[in-house]
């Protein structure tokens, strides 16, 4: 059979829609032929996911595995809202089932364990060993539990959840919510940067703040922070004050905000300017890139991955690529969508490259959406381009919130964020 067709005719095979039974016919996404390409994606979260059905839809013909272990992958997007009573765990759920069996990507649920840049190849946990021509890598984040005296793995998942990662962090937190007496405190510790979702913990203080107000009263949100300022820190501060009055009270790491220790069997937090008690405590610790990107050797001494921004080649290990918040990536955030967005560009370039073409250079977006309150939405957009400085962004495109926005804008916003998030699950995991 793998001499009768070229690659050409594959596609159009493809195409006209007899992929399907040919591709369960010889066993999924592995190769058919011998010349074959075949692309492995390690990790199937927002990243990962969008460069392996991506490539899929610009040349079926590359034969693509996605190895990730999560069966049911939860979003962090939409996890705040969890734990303010908004939304359910079922609604941030996302399964793999549309890129396995409508888009021909194989999905193989195992860990990748090491990564043999010279060889080509990935060993899984389970035993098996993919060989590749094309990695890409969208391992996320890894948390420094060691950064903080007392804190660790153990204490993050049994009484001080850091709920960074969405799944059973995300329910312990908001099971310490639900369960808190009325009239503790919450107190929420953000990391200083680099760290996923830089506005991230402002929207969970203001949920959590939401939920309070009507279920707990008696209670307020302290948020200790290392940092002096905070993303969208004048949208935030404003929501906070007309929705929840002293509700929220921030505290900036100069302003005794900077956490030293924790203390769980008293749940308490130790800060230069003293002790913090809180009924809940959400700790969450710095971070750093995932395990296997670090393991096979694609960071430099930042600790990230430093890559070719046309193509997320990395410069260390050609052949493989680094998108995601694992990636060095210029002026983008680590959020889902701008890991969504270079896992296309990643994509377009792999294919590119297979087919023996230039990658063009890419234009890349971010947008991001936080809800101060369930009709009260704020965002900030970003275009960007490839210049001598890196990926910048596009001065003029995108923005912010205006201060000034009045109700009915704000309304609108949160509603966008949900539009937002049904679009972007729909795009990378339907
Ligand atoms: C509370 C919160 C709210 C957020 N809200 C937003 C938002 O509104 N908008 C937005 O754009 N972003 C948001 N983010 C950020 C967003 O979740 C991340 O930036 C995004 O998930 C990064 O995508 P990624 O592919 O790099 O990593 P991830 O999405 O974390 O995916 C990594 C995947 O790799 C897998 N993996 C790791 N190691 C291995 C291995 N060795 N072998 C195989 N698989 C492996 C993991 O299981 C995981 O599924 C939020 C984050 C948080 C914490």
Not at 7 to 25: C, E, Q
Not at 281 to 292: D, Y
Not at 391 to 417: F, N, R
Request: aromatic residues 8%; glycine residues 10%.
């Amino acid at each position: 059979m793998s001499q009768k067709f070229t690659r050409r005719d594959f596609s159009k095979l493809v195409m006209a829609g007899a992929a399907g039974s040919t591709l369960s016919l010889f066993g999924g996404a592995k190769p058919l032929f011998a010349n074959q390409k075949h692309v492995v994606v390690v990790g199937g979260g927002f990243g990962g996911a969008s460069a392996a059905k991506y490539i899929k839809k610009l040349d079926s013909s590359i034969a693509v595995t996605l190895v990730e272990p999560l069966t049911t992958y939860y979003t962090c997007p939409f996890s705040n809202w969890v734990l303010g009573g908004l939304k359910e765990m079922k609604d941030i759920a996302q399964t793999y089932d549309v890129l396995k069996n409508t888009h021909g990507v194989e999905v193989i649920h195992d860990t990748a364990t090491e990564i043999d840049a010279a060889n080509h190849s990935v060993t899984l946990k389970g035993g098996k060993v993919l060989k590749y021509d094309r990695l890409v890598v969208s391992p996320g984040i890894d948390f420094d539990y060691d950064a903080i005296e007392g804190y660790s793995e153990e204490v993050a998942n049994t009484v001080m959840p850091h709920a960074y990662k969405a799944g059973p962090q995300t329910e312990l937190l908001a099971k310490q919510l639900q369960e808190m007496k009325d009239g503790d405190n919450v107190i929420i510790c953000p990391p200083g940067n680099p760290f996923r979702c830089p506005p991230g913990p402002y929207e969970r203080a203001s949920l959590v703040a939401n939920y309070l107000k009507k279920n707990k009263p008696n209670s307020k949100v302290i948020i200790l922070d290392t940092k002096e300022k905070f993303s969208k820190q004048g949208l935030f501060t404003k929501g906070w004050e007309r929705l929840y009055g002293d509700l929220i009270e921030w505290r900036a790491g100069s302003a005794g905000g900077k956490i030293v220790s924790v203390d769980p069997a008293n749940m308490t937090v130790q800060t230069a300017n003293g002790p913090v008690k809180g009924g809940v405590i959400n700790v969450i610790p710095p971070q750093k890139v995932g395990k296997i990107a670090l393991d096979a050797g694609l960071t430099n001494e930042s600790g990230w991955c430093p890559v070719n921004p046309i193509t997320f080649e990395s410069t260390i290990h050609p052949g493989i690529h680094v998108i995601g918040d694992a990636s060095i990536a210029g002026a983008m955030p680590k959020s889902g969508f701008a890991a969504s967005s270079q896992g296309k560009v990643t994509a377009a370039s792999i294919v590119r490259l297979m087919q023996g073409m230039v990658p063009a250079p890419p234009s890349l977006v971010n947008t991001c959406y936080s809800l101060v309150g369930p009709g009260y939405g704020i965002s900030v957009a970003a275009v960007y381009k490839l210049t001598s400085d890196g990926i910048v962004s596009i001065k003029g495109a995108g923005g912010l919130t205006p201060m000034d926005a009045d109700d009915d804008q704000l309304s609108e916003e949160a509603t966008y964020a949900r539009g937002w998030y049904n679009n972007i699950a729909q795009d990378i995991w339907g």
